[in-house]
Structure formats: C-alpha cells, structure tokens
C-alpha cells in the first residue's frame, strides 16, 4: 500500500510540534533550491504564529530592566582573567558581552526567523514561551533558560529569579564559547596547538561549563580561601545534574581542586583539556615494537 505524500500542511504542523522537518522539502513545490526557500519561510512564519498564540496576554515573569552588557562583563570577567593572558583579555571580554542574548517579547519573532537551523529556531521559542508560562511547544520540547549556538548565547530572563545558589547560566552558555570559536576569529595568535579559544575535549565541554559555572558563583559569594573552600563543599553535598553526558561527582571534585587552588581556572581547564601523547623515537633494538 503507497503511503499518502505529507501535504505543506502536515509539514508545518509536524514541525511546530516537533521541531523537525523534511529534509529536501518534498511537500513544497520547485527545484530543491525553490523548496528550500519556501520552506525555511513557511516553516518559520507557522512557528511565530504558534508562539504569538500561544504567549497572548501572558506577562513576562521577569521584567527585563538590567544592563545586560555590564552584567555579562561582570559574570565572565573572573573566568576570562584566570584562564587568558592579560594581553588577550580585552578582545575576549569584548566578544563575550556582545555574545548574550537575553530572550525576550521584543526580540523573539527576529530571533526566531533568523536562526540559522530549524531546529534552533524551534528551541529558542521554546525557551521564550517557558519565560512567560506558556505551553511549550510539544511533549519533547526542552524546559531550558540558557542555550548557546556558535558564538551566541540566548539567555532567558528566567535567569533573574534563579534560587540555586551556584547556578549562573550566563558563565555557563559563555563557557561553550571558548570550545566554538578559534583564536584566529578574534585576531588572537594562533599556533598548530593553540586553533580554538581553549583546548577543551570534546566530551568533556559539559563537565568544564558546569564546572565554571559553580566555580563563579563560590569565587563571587567567597570572601577568603576558606569560605571558598566550604562553599565546593556544599556544592559537592547538593549538585544535582540532570545532563547524562556529565559526571556530577567529577563536577563536584573539579570544583574542590580549584576552590583549594590559587588558579581554580586552570585546574578547572587542565581537567577538561585534550590530552595529548607525544611519541618518543627510540634508538636500539627496541625500535618500533
């Protein structure tokens, strides 16, 4: 039995659903080229209709009113003076503060439309309408306050009324951004070791942004050496880390290491860092084997 083509109607209620989408397009009209286009409009024109729906006469929880440059500057600014020469801590200051986008009412529909996925595209409005206690989008859509792509961090002003004393979604997405970008972007001096902002293992991104996140918060709430080091302990009796690919134990043991350090940074990255082996040349019989 042949199965009935989906119409353009059933793609766009597929994807305002879902987030997912045809990948040629084939409910649309055209060369692919054409497809595509119409598609991209279509598809994101149905999901800004649904959020407006969706979030109509809802109040935002979180009136927006602060000075998110400085406010940015002033999260990362310890993260980026431990982990950065002085002389390269301007240009990474600067591109961090430019680089969070707190999500809001004024800027959603633009966000929306101009992400480079379909799939962003379909999180970021989820994460708006969680900002304003909507119904989110579909039974998967994820409850999130804080996502990065590329070198932009969207941050949903859910982040002021944050309770738990050692989260900070801003150092959190702002982490991400030194695995995404390369030195050379910045105009920072790069070598065949040195490509990307920091050299941090693939699978361990998780485990470093968690880590600084926690690690802000305990340098910006500690005063001397020991409240430092009593604040790791208290995270250590109550992280709770619901992403599968970290470790909270691990977290909560980089977190003590560098709470006892006089550069937690660098312990936090020397952690998370790609390990690199060097081969030795063996001179003897032993050549080779």
Known sequence: MTETPATIADELQRYVRTGECDAY????????????RRAHDDLRDALIHEVRRRSERRTPGHVLDADTVALTRRKVTPMVQGLFARVEQPVVLATLERSVVFVTNANIEPLVRDAEFESSAWTLANLYLASVGA???GPDAPRI???SEHMTCYVSPEYFAEKDPFADFVVHEAAHIFHNCKRRTLGLRETRTREWLLD???RKRETFAYACEAYARIVERGQSPSDRRALAAEY???????EERVDPAEVAAIVAEAASARN????ILARCANVRTTRRATIGPLAGV
């Open 236 to 242: 250590a009796r109550r992280v709770r880390i619901s």
């Open 200 to 202: 941090i293992a693939y």
């Open 264 to 267: 937690g940074w660098k312990v």
């Open 25 to 36: 397009f084939s409910a649309w009209p055209g060369s692919f080229l054409d497809r595509a």
């Open 145 to 147: 306050v804080g996502v």
């Open 135 to 137: 119904e989110l989008l």
